[in-house]
């Protein structure tokens, strides 16, 4: 039976992590989903029970491929197999997301089918502030979206994905923004440049696991929470300005809200979606 929903979980050496999320969403959404995990480095002794396709170059087993280049890869591979047109939208997963003991992606991909240029859909956190705009309408469509859950409609992903040359360097994210800083926004900016919103909803939680990085990070050979966020910011900065010649993340932020806010000039009926 044909599955609607591709979902790809990035494992790097936490697979006890890893197979949790994956029989968790297996044991609630097999019907509706094919899983996929994609290792990024990982040691041959930390590889997920259900490892799908793993990166084992030297390069990749020193450093990692983190969410970009992770799912870069995952998703090249499915191209090349001849896979990516048997799905209708792609669920991108770190390992760290937890969800509820229930089933979820069905009502995720029906909000997304339901909206013809919803392209991207991203459950709520409950620490999030979002929550509160989210209270009246389950659905909002927003300009800034950080998540490592992000439910992705498949046209959206041909419009936007480079053609020309993909690969983990450079299929739907740019893998040369090693660690992603802004990196949800300029995938939001080319979704708003080629007219599908991106959205969060309500009608599913999700939350991100912290507390792995922050006792793990010597296992999964990441540098530790304090030294990972001060490359984090170091090298996105010198990223963002070599591409966009931004001086400051709010210079990212105002560019990908000048690009909302002309989607709704173009489609005046969906500003009910509007923040």
């Known amino acids: 039976m044909k599955k609607s929903v591709c979902t790809i979980i990035l494992n790097r050496n936490l697979p006890e992590v890893t197979d949790k999320l994956y029989e968790n969403i297996y044991k609630h959404n097999k019907d509706f989903t094919d899983i996929f995990v994609v290792e990024g480095g990982s040691d041959k002794d930390n590889l997920s029970k259900y490892t799908t396709w793993h990166a084992d170059?030297?390069?990749?087993?020193?450093?990692?491929?983190?969410?970009?280049?992770?799912?870069?890869?995952?998703?090249?591979?499915?191209?090349?197999?001849?896979?990516?047109k048997d799905y209708d939208a792609f669920l991108l997963l770190t390992n760290d997301t937890e969800f509820e003991e229930k089933p979820f992606i069905e009502d995720l991909y029906n909000i997304l089918n339901k909206h013809k240029r919803l392209g991207i859909l991203s459950p709520c956190c409950p620490t999030w502030g979002e929550k509160y705009l989210l209270e009246k309408n389950s659905l909002k469509f927003f300009w800034f979206i950080h998540s490592d859950a992000l439910l992705i409609k498949r046209e959206c992903i041909e419009e936007i994905y480079n053609d020309t040359k993909p690969g983990f360097m450079n299929f739907l994210f740019d893998g040369s923004n090693f660690r992603g800083y802004c990196s949800e926004s300029e995938l939001i900016a080319k979704a708003y440049n080629n007219n599908w919103a991106a959205g969060i909803t309500s009608k599913v939680w999700s939350i991100e696991n912290e507390s792995h990085l922050i006792n793990k990070h010597e296992l999964i050979k990441t540098e530790s929470v304090e030294e990972n966020l001060k490359l984090y910011v170091e090298e996105g900065f010198k990223w963002m300005n070599q591409k966009y010649g931004f001086k400051s993340k709010w210079s990212m932020h105002m560019y990908v809200k000048t690009l909302y806010d002309k989607f709704f000039i173009n489609y005046p009926e969906l500003k009910k979606y509007q923040i």
């Open 57 to 84: 170059w030297e390069e990749a087993k020193k450093n990692g491929l983190r969410y970009s280049r992770g799912m870069n890869y995952a998703l090249d591979n499915l191209l090349q197999e001849n896979k990516l």
